[in-house]
């Protein structure tokens, strides 16, 4: 009777251990496939928002292995660095910087592991600079040409238009691509440089009578996108960007591409590569299609005219979105 109940207990242990062994070893195959991914933000507003979103949404369903930390910089290079520095360190699988600055320290700092820059300038021949490959890019720029030629073919009347902008380099070449640009079109560009958020408000209440005011995708200055809004309705003038978001957020119109679709790009990529693809095998994508976003709700408080920007819109080939009055 006593062995029998030793060889029950005995038997009761090692089926506890060997269950135990067979849920530890089930763990860290999981954690094995499991794939870490950095996502880094220069600082939080609605255009990157819905390009984190999309980027994640999308390669969840292609890749459900995917895990995510999302970091905001809070617009502090600083801290941007400090997160990228622990990315790095605690060896993620794939890291994605959205937008430019990020993307290039990210490029600067981290040689081994494999980058997606989102939203972001990067050349092919930046690319062919590093010593070892390990980044690729999905492009959102919208040429300074198309971008005037679209605003003045709408608004022939506009003649004087500031143009916003903060001092990260490439902003700052399209910013005087836009005054050269503009004087080939008979307008006056004004380009006025905001060093930082804390300006901004004092800056927009000192504009020299605009009949427009623009914004390019700049990321400091789209997240305070309700500033300039404020100071383009005090004015009854246009307030142009370059974004979905800013539209969103009471500007006028923009013409750019969706944000999601960035993102969704970008998790096509990111599927490739943690499935075993060279980064750089595969072609930098340029975002082409654009749309033009209208926000109804702010239209009739600046006298515009959308039946006019829908027929030139259609001119253009670019699908015309409404926002604002969802």
Known sequence: ??????????????FTLLFSLTILISGCEQS????????VMPIAHESLDQIVAGFVDAL????????????NAQGDLNIQRAILQQMKNE??????????????MAAAMIPHVPIIGLAAVYTEADRQKKKICNINIVHDEIPVKTMLHFI????????????????SDKIFDDAKKMVIEGKNLGMTITPLMIPSLQELYGATQSLKNPQAILVLKDP???????????????????????????????????????????????????TKVLSGTSICTMPM?????????????????NNLDIQSLETIAKKFHYPVRYLGDQ
């Open 91 to 104: 060896r993620y699988d794939l890291i994605v910087p959205v937008t430019t600055s990020p993307t290039q």
């Open 220 to 270: 400091l200055l789209v997240s305070g996108i309700a500033t300039i809004v404020q100071a383009a309705h005090k004015r009854g003038i246009p307030l142009i960007t370059s974004d979905e978001g800013s539209v969103k957020d009471g500007a006028d119109f923009a013409l750019g591409v969706r944000e999601q679709a960035i993102g969704m790009e970008g998790a096509a990529m990111a």
């Open 152 to 167: 003045h073919t709408t608004y022939p009347e506009l003649k004087q238009m500031t143009l916003l902008y903060t001092p």
């Open 285 to 301: 994508v340029d975002m082409k299609h654009f749309l033009v976003f209208v926000n109804k709700k702010s239209f009739p408080k």
């Open 1 to 14: 009777m006593y062995r029998s109940v030793y060889l029950q207990i005995q038997y009761l242990v090692k």
């Open 32 to 39: 094995s496939s499991q794939k870490q991914i950095g996502i």
């Open 60 to 71: 969840k369903k292609q890749y459900p292995q995917a895990h995510f930390k999302i970091a």
